[in-house]
């Protein structure tokens, strides 16, 4: 700063050192001059801040309900629905049917629970309760048919996997075909 103010120039040590060239801003041609728009670069932080926030209210009203409820059911315990079904497995939801603040899924899924496997279908709706709380479980009913009993968990799971992956596991572990042949 000192050495900017004591130079015939005006040049700074860096200035100095690189060699460069300083010229006031009054001898640059006038189309060369950058205008500043505070009002515009402001408007453009604006509108980038309110689409910002008109995603994330978006996604909170209609890409939230999904994640609540297969968050619920990997809780087992926090929605009545999926209480006393045990491990779920397989979950798949069907395209939602909206209402006035409500969402409704059909979906099904198998349940591992006491050592049976079963299919299971039915439906939940979701209500909505504003932003700040979001969406919980309102109501909803599966209905569960038996299909295998004396199930292990890792024979249940393992036969949920795609056949590759499963193969892989089958290289991997001996004892992953001793379970399928007990219980098959």
């Not at 779920?88 to 409704?104: E, G, H």
């Not at 899924?105 to 979001?134: D, E, I, K, P």
């Not at 009913?141 to 393992?158: D, G, Q």
């Amino acid at each position: 700063m000192i050495l900017a103010l004591c130079s015939s120039c005006r040049r700074r040590l860096g200035d100095h050192l690189a060699g460069t060239l300083v010229v006031s801003a009054d001898s640059l041609p006038a189309l060369s001059r950058r205008s500043s728009r505070p009002w515009l670069r402001l408007s453009i932080l604006a509108i980038l801040c309110a689409s910002f926030v008109a995603f994330c209210l978006s996604f909170d009203y209609y890409g939230r309900p999904p994640l609540v409820i297969q968050g619920l059911a990997n809780d087992s315990g926090s929605a009545s629905i999926f209480t006393d079904r045990g491990t779920i497995i397989d979950l798949t939801l069907s395209q939602p049917t909206w209402q006035a603040n409500t969402v409704t899924y059909t979906m099904t899924f198998q349940a591992l629970g006491h050592g049976t496997m079963s299919n299971c279908q039915g439906h939940m709706t979701l209500r909505w309760s504003g932003f700040v709380n979001g969406w919980g479980d309102s109501s909803g009913e599966t209905t569960c048919y038996p299909i295998a009993s004396r199930v292990s968990a890792a024979s249940a799971i393992s036969n949920a996997l795609p056949s590759a992956i499963s193969d892989r596991m089958s290289r991997l572990s001996c004892s992953h075909h001793v379970i399928k042949a007990q219980y098959l």
